[in-house]
């Protein structure tokens, strides 16, 4: 098979190729490598590549396999993590230079879940700095370019996840989400993000910025493929402790099972801000798909979903403010200083009055109670992932409906608020723009509920064929 074909096959079509031996997990691994040699050069979605320790791990599969060891659906499986994954002996940058040496001693338990599921780690991918934009862009390590456009920015802050799994460098790719930050470049290059209820998937061994918000999730090409990796990393874990015990479903099994008289609600609030035309008609016409399918389809009221970015900016900087505390007293080397400067909320955060910050986690609560509110008339939300199509990099501002935005508060706009209820939602491929440029559906629901998220995205999915296009660098 054509190395490239390999490269865009999914874990589903991938999986019992390997199981059988009709395709070796190595070939599968020169596959890829082959892919980052030829389009890293323009792409530049990794930090750290793992060539040699890559084809040792495939070698060990490919023996484990033929021995009758067969682990899962992901043994085999390329890998690519988001460089904030703590992984044991290689080092963990969180995309700056002051901590381009780290080398953790262990791995992050989702490393650890997915290693034991066989998959094959490629290697460590770009993201912005400190996973603190929403653009993506990193002048430590250059930034990620978008597979559909280089010249647009590939969305962050999880860009070389969202460019890996894009571009057929890695089957599966892991983000993590604080505003956004898996749905985000998923969106922008054209791939399924699933951001799961919080506290379903642990976060220990993963640097975080926002312990209440922080969120880790796949990136991949399909619905099918996100629900056989959630199979594998999600479930309680005793070392995080904002883990939970909810029982984990197979979230796989109940994919095919439609939609028919599934509650869809579109909240009439989304369609009231500042939204790109392209966008909302893109979306429009996803919704009617949908009701197609047979989702009962409604318009609903969520009044305080307008509250969500300005709350939750101000949570994650006073929390990350916290977290990263030693960068402010050790101001005065080079790098240090470069942070700072590129990211002066981290010591602003530091002055946000202790009265300021408990008052919006109030404010928090009552948000939450009233999406809960929401939800006792549908089943799954439905709206725009991104309020617009990838723009330059660089690009300070955007225009949409004839208003002139700051990029960075006009991106989180329809994902920041289920980071904030902790809710699941996940976006799936929905269009493309006159440029050419991907357009993402975004579904959510109650927490807990992430295999009826999930079963929503894949009828809409096997009902369209925008995933499977692929970007034109080659």
Same mark, same amino acid.
């Given at each position: 098979?054509?190395?490239?074909?390999?490269?865009?096959?999914?874990?589903?079509?991938?999986?019992?190729?390997?199981?059988?031996?009709?395709?070796?997990?190595?070939?599968?691994?020169?596959?890829?490598?082959?892919?980052?040699?030829?389009?890293?050069?323009?792409?530049?979605?990794?930090?750290?590549?793992?060539?040699?320790?890559?084809?040792?791990?495939?070698?060990?599969?490919?023996?484990?396999?033929?021995?009758?060891?067969?682990?899962?659906?992901?043994?085999?499986?390329?890998?690519?993590?988001?460089?904030?994954?703590?992984?044991?002996?290689?080092?963990?940058?969180?995309?700056?230079?002051?901590?381009?040496?780290?080398?953790?001693?262990?791995?992050?338990?989702?490393?650890?879940?997915?290693?034991?599921?066989?998959?094959?780690?490629?290697?460590?991918?770009?993201?912005?700095?400190?996973?603190?934009?929403?653009?993506? $862009?990193?002048?430590?390590?250059?930034?990620?370019?978008?597979?559909?456009?280089?010249?647009?920015?590939?969305?962050?802050?999880?860009?070389?996840?969202?460019?890996?799994?894009?571009?057929?460098?890695?089957?599966?790719?892991?983000?993590?989400?604080?505003?956004?930050?898996?749905?985000?470049?998923?969106?922008?290059?054209?791939?399924?993000?699933?951001?799961?209820?919080?506290?379903?998937?642990?976060?220990?061994?993963?640097?975080?910025?926002?312990?209440?918000?922080?969120?880790?999730?796949?990136?991949?090409?399909?619905?099918?493929?996100?629900?056989?990796?959630?199979?594998?990393?999600?479930?309680?874990?005793?070392?995080?402790?904002?883990?939970?015990?909810?029982?984990?479903?197979?979230? +796989?099994?109940?994919?095919? $099972?439609?939609?028919?008289?599934?509650?869809?609600?579109?909240?009439? $609030?989304?369609?009231?801000?500042?939204?790109?035309?392209?966008?909302?008609?893109?979306?429009?016409? +996803?919704?009617?798909?949908?009701?197609?399918?047979?989702?009962?389809?409604?318009?609903?009221?969520?009044?305080?979903?307008?509250?969500?970015?300005?709350?939750?900016?101000?949570?994650?900087?006073?929390?990350?403010?916290?977290?990263?505390?030693?960068?402010?007293?050790?101001?005065?080397?080079?790098?240090?200083?470069?942070?700072?400067?590129?990211?002066?909320?981290?010591?602003?955060?530091?002055?946000?009055? +202790?009265?300021?910050?408990?008052?919006?986690?109030?404010?928090?609560?009552?948000?939450?109670?009233?999406?809960?509110?929401?939800?006792?008339?549908?089943?799954?939300?439905?709206?725009?992932?991104?309020?617009?199509?990838?723009?330059?990099?660089?690009?300070?501002?955007?225009?949409?409906?004839?208003?002139?935005?700051?990029?960075?508060?006009?991106?989180?706009?329809?994902?920041?608020?289920?980071?904030?209820?902790?809710?699941?939602?996940?976006?799936?491929?929905?269009?493309?723009?006159?440029?050419?440029?991907?357009?993402?559906?975004?579904?959510?629901?109650?927490?807990?509920?992430?295999?009826?998220?999930?079963?929503?995205?894949?009828?809409?999915?096997? +009902?369209?064929?925008?995933?499977?296009?692929?970007?034109?660098?080659?």
């Amino acid at each position: 098979m054509d190395h490239l074909e390999l490269c865009y096959l999914s874990v589903e079509d991938l999986s019992p190729l390997i199981r059988s031996g009709k395709v070796s997990p190595v070939e599968v691994t020169q596959a890829h490598l082959k892919r980052i040699e030829a389009t890293e050069p323009t792409l530049n979605a990794f930090i750290t590549l793992l060539e040699e320790e890559a084809l040792d791990s495939a070698r060990r599969a490919e023996q484990e396999i033929q021995s009758g060891h067969y682990r899962g659906p992901l043994h085999g499986i390329s890998l690519g993590l988001k460089d904030l994954y703590y992984t044991k002996g290689i080092r963990t940058t969180s995309g700056v230079k002051v901590y381009d040496q780290f080398v953790p001693s262990y791995d992050s338990t989702v490393t650890r879940r997915l290693l034991d599921a066989g998959a094959i780690l490629l290697g460590k991918l770009n993201l912005a700095p400190l996973a603190m934009s929403g653009r993506g $862009e990193n002048p430590y390590y250059g930034d990620a370019h978008n597979p559909w456009n280089t010249a647009v920015i590939p969305g962050g802050s999880s860009s070389g996840s969202g460019v890996a799994a894009a571009a057929g460098q890695c089957t599966i790719t892991m983000g993590s989400d604080t505003g956004g930050s898996i749905r985000i470049p998923a969106s922008f290059c054209n791939l399924v993000g699933h951001k799961p209820t919080y506290g379903l998937v642990s976060r220990y061994g993963v640097s975080p910025l926002s312990w209440s918000l922080d969120h880790c999730g796949p990136m991949t090409r399909t619905v099918m493929d996100c629900a056989l990796t959630m199979n594998a990393i999600a479930g309680y874990d005793p070392q995080d402790p904002s883990s939970s015990k909810t029982p984990v479903p197979d979230y +796989a099994a109940s994919l095919k $099972e439609g939609i028919k008289g599934l509650r869809i609600g579109v909240p009439k $609030e989304f369609f009231d801000v500042p939204l790109d035309s392209e966008v909302k008609g893109v979306v429009l016409k +996803a919704i009617d798909l949908l009701k197609d399918l047979g989702g009962e389809v409604r318009e609903v009221s969520w009044p305080n979903f307008y509250d969500a970015v300005t709350m939750g900016h101000l949570i994650s900087i006073t929390e990350a403010s916290v977290i990263h505390t030693n960068l402010v007293r050790t101001r005065g080397s080079d790098e240090v200083n470069k942070v700072l400067r590129r990211f002066p909320r981290i010591e602003a955060g530091l002055m946000i009055p +202790a009265a300021d910050y408990l008052k919006v986690l109030k404010l928090r609560r009552s948000y939450t109670l009233a999406s809960h509110r929401v939800m006792e008339q549908v089943d799954i939300l439905a709206g725009p992932t991104m309020p617009m199509t990838p723009f330059p990099l660089g690009a300070a501002t955007v225009e949409l409906s004839g208003t002139t935005l700051a990029a960075e508060k006009a991106i989180p706009t329809y994902t920041r608020p289920f980071d904030l209820n902790g809710f699941p939602a996940v976006t799936v491929p929905c269009g493309f723009s006159d440029q050419g440029l991907p357009i993402g559906l975004q579904l959510a629901g109650l927490p807990y509920q992430d295999d009826t998220v999930l079963r929503a995205a894949y009828a809409y999915q096997q +009902a369209t064929e925008w995933h499977k296009r692929r970007p034109p660098i080659q």
